[in-house]
């Protein structure tokens, strides 16, 4: 049977935005070594705004930027929205056939009847097509049109206002280790973790490769009996990883639906904080029950 104490600590977590499931994980996080996060959506907001739009091959920034917010109109990753959003106006649904998202690189699609990619280099480079390579601040989305390079956008992210703090915090529970994962460029993920006091960082990760890192660093504790790994996502690609985890943590906000079932731990409030609110909630939990 579950020891009374739990109830409580379940109860004054799920107060403060917390909902843990089980009580294994009350004990399970006090015991964090490593805490892995993913970047996008977790430890930056997610919420992109398209800060360039640079034309190639004679495209007008209008047709570049219409082209891709309408490749990206079913989309529902954070770079997508950004890119409908600075579009702003309706895009008719029947101009946009044979849609096809590819996590980790972007998508294809046909607009107006024409073939359509918009995405990362990786994405242009499994399509076989080669571009010029431009250096950009943030996120580069890559078009192109019927083959021929329509030109980049340029998306900003901002680091959440708690992430630092979370960093900070966590270390001070005694968590040894802090690692960031992301799918996105080496140049922004570097001086994202840079910014935040991260230890380790790796970037242009596909889903299926975080997933194998996770694998990695927790065959890396130290001691693997005691020690524990956490997790933390969004739900957007990273749901597999979530599961996998010794601990998989969603953040509500953005979460998808099979984030939250694959999680350990959600964390209504989008802010990674509320993980070292989470670890001081077990261990006290922890001192009640003992
Ligand atoms: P993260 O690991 O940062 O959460 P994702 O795995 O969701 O990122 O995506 C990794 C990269 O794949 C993005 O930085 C972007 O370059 C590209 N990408 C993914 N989905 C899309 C999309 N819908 N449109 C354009 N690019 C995308
Ligand atoms: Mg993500």
Known sequence: SIPLGYFGGIGSASRRGILVKGASFLDALPALHTVV???????????????????????????????????????????AQSIREAWGSEISPDQVKDYHEIPGHGIRAVV???QVLAGNDRLLHREGIVHE????EGTGVHVVIDGTFAGYIVIADEVKPDAGE??????????????????????????VARDLGIDAYFAELLPEDKVAKVEELEASLPDRRRQKLAFVGDGINDAPVITR??????MGGLGSDAAIEAADVVLMEDAPSRLADAIEIARYTGLIVR
Do not use: Q, W
């Open 133 to 136: 390579v431009c250096s950009v």
């Open 166 to 191: 979370a960093v900070a915090r966590l270390k001070e529970l005694g968590v040894k280790r802090i690692v960031m994962l992301t799918g996105d460029e080496e140049a922004v993920a570097r001086r």
């Open 245 to 250: 985890a010794d601990v998989g943590v969603a």
């Open 112 to 114: 107006k009847g024409r």
């Open 37 to 79: 996060f993913d970047k996008t959506g977790t430890l930056t907001r997610g919420v992109f705004r398209v800060s360039r739009v640079v034309p190639y091959n004679g495209f007008t920034p209008e047709e570049l930027l219409y082209t891709a917010a309408a490749a990206e109109l079913y989309s529902n990753h954070p770079i």
